[in-house]
């Protein structure tokens, strides 16, 4: 079965650190992937997608990921995060067949 | 244009209650999604309807759970003899047909059971 395994639970940083969040999912054959951002009091909002093409996409205020095909890894960055990114951070997979599986999420907490 | 609405927004009900919860899609959209987020977990998918159709009901827990979208547009899920375990925030989501794969996520039910 396709599974989303996120490897950091709680992740706290301080404004202008660098952000990575990583990924990794199992699933053999061609999928999109995706990082969705849900801010407190707030419904889930698309980050940024993968579905083909260049395997570095970039997203929404400063944020990239990059697919990595051989590690099965779509791992989340960003060069330096700010307050406002505090936030619980999902990754996603879908294999073009409709339901997403979504990794168990990661809470970001950027002090000021 | 207006995005997923999701009605109601929170529900408390008695253990062995029935309850509906709402899914109001974007316009157009012709895929619709539930999921169910448990505290501390990522969604987990229920069911997924394309059109009027369930496409893929695999995620339903067991018989408990229902759900319909008869003209194609406003889905509700129905929960019959509710349990305590059942307790979670409802999402819903919808997809337009024209090749995005990008599923656009309703506020959540959050219901608790009692």
């Known amino acids: 079965a396709q599974s989303v395994s996120q490897h950091n639970h709680h992740v706290i940083l301080s404004e202008a650190a660098s952000l990575e969040l990583g990924c990794n999912y199992s699933?053999?054959?061609?999928?999109?992937l995706f990082w969705y951002v849900q801010y407190p009091g707030q419904h889930l909002q698309l980050l940024l997608k993968?579905?083909?093409?260049?395997?570095l996409v970039k997203g929404i205020k400063g944020f990239e990921a990059e697919f990595i095909k051989s590690k099965f890894s779509f791992n989340l960055r960003k060069p330096s995060v700010q307050w406002s990114d505090t936030a619980e951070y999902f990754c996603a997979v879908d294999n073009q067949g409709g339901k997403l599986i979504f990794g168990q999420g990661t809470e970001l907490s950027v002090k000021p | 244009g207006a995005g997923v609405s999701q009605t109601p927004s929170n529900k408390v009900t008695e253990k062995g209650k029935y309850v509906e919860l709402r899914c109001d899609p974007i316009s157009g959209h012709t895929a619709l999604y539930w999921y169910r987020q448990s505290l501390g977990q990522g969604p987990e998918f229920l069911i997924y309807?394309?059109?009027?159709?369930?496409?893929?009901d695999s995620g339903l827990p067991n018989d408990r759970f229902f759900a319909v979208r008869p003209e194609g547009s406003v889905s509700t899920l129905k929960i019959q003899r509710t349990e305590r375990g059942d307790s979670a925030v409802y999402l819903c989501?919808?997809?337009?047909?024209?090749?995005?794969?990008?599923?656009?996520f309703g506020p959540g039910t959050r219901l608790t059971v009692t």
């Open positions: 699933y053999g054959g061609t999928v999109n």
């Open positions: 309807f394309q059109g009027t159709g369930a496409a893929d």
């Open positions: 989501a919808s997809r337009s047909s024209g090749g995005s794969y990008e599923q656009y």
């Open positions: 993968y579905f083909s093409g260049d395997p």
